[in-house]
């Protein structure tokens, strides 16, 4: 399967592009709906008013994602229909707007440059909000974890804590906040004069499983829901227990100074609070202990 910019519907078919929208009328144009058929603002949703005119005129918004990150954001069995935690939330985010969201899928660490170059209008991948990223995104906040250590089942190295990583193989998926987690512990490695941690970037976290279940890495460090639902799908790996390191809240990015965009889509994610659709779907992948008490914006200082 083409992984890279392909586009996907909710139930697995390529989106057809809409055709030219029609002039807008005094009450201001609508948008199309998800048939492609020409809708009138007054059929959408109060939120639909707040977001950007081109978001309107187009009704879609370009959302990005690494769909190889269960049960955050994956493809099912049938090798194309997205689906997890982001994906619902995306889904839900939209209809509260009155927008389709179009799904592309890409490596994480191409994301940001597609906001960048306006491929994307925003990113909701379970991104870790942080003062590099904040250079040139901004994030609604929604979500928040810890990082965690997964070894392979019986703990061969009797790994414990990131000191235990001192001369160990530890693989991560490249661009993600475990990065500078593990360039951290590897410096305290030295400073103790003990031999550095070998660190190995991935694309993706399913290839950080594959070196771990070969046996050329001793740790998978990625975010703790993600371990423990890669744990539990068999006799391979296991979780580190009682060990959850910098835990952070995660983001939909948007480029940065995108104001009208990001605080529509905090105004959605705080209606999925409160009517309970949020709570549904964190449920519905058993992740509830990622949940916040209501979405916040975060932008860099100064």
């Known amino acids: 399967m083409e992984r890279r910019g ?25 948008g199309t709906d998800s048939a492609g058929e020409q809708t009138s603002a007054a059929d959408k949703p109060a939120l639909f ?24 954001e994956y493809v ?9 935690v982001d994906y619902d939330l995306a889904e839900a985010i939209g209809e509260k707007l009155g927008v389709r969201i179009e799904h592309s899928n890409a490596a994480f660490g191409t994301l940001i440059p597609q906001l960048q170059a306006k491929r994307l209008d925003m990113v909701l991948s379970f991104a870790t909000v942080t003062d590099e990223r904040m250079e040139v ?14 070894v392979r089942k019986g703990n061969p190295e009797n790994i414990k804590t990131l000191a235990d990583l001192c001369g160990k193989s530890v693989g991560l998926q490249s661009g ?22 070998d660190i190995k970037q991935q694309g993706k976290d399913s290839e950080v499983q594959m070196l771990l279940r070969s046996g050329r890495i001793d740790v998978d460090l990625l975010d703790s829901p993600v371990a423990a639902y ?4 068999g006799d391979e790996f296991e979780v580190v227990p009682g060990e959850r390191y910098e835990v952070r809240p995660h983001g939909v990015m948007v480029l940065k100074g995108n104001d009208q965009l990001a605080e529509a889509l905090k105004n959605a994610i705080d209606e999925l609070m409160e009517d309970g659709t949020y709570k549904e779907i964190l449920d519905k992948y058993h992740v509830p202990d990622i949940a916040l008490d209501e979405a916040k914006i975060s932008r860099a200082q100064g």
């Open 6 to 30: 392909r586009v996907f519907r909710r139930w697995g078919a390529a989106m057809a592009v809409a055709a030219p929208l029609l002039l807008a009328t005094a009450c201001g144009s609508g």
């Open 49 to 72: 008013a707040s977001l950007p005119a081109e978001i309107q005129e187009s009704g879609v918004i370009r959302n990005g994602a690494d769909f190889t990150y269960p049960p955050l």
């Open 76 to 84: 099912e069995a049938d090798g194309t229909t997205f689906t997890g």
């Open 137 to 150: 995104v901004d994030f609604v906040e929604y979500s928040q974890s810890g990082t965690a250590m997964m």
């Open 176 to 197: 993600a906040v475990q990065v500078p987690i593990a360039e951290k512990a590897s410096a305290d490695c030295v400073a103790a004069g003990k031999p550095p941690i």
């Open 230 to 233: 890669s744990a539990s799908q």
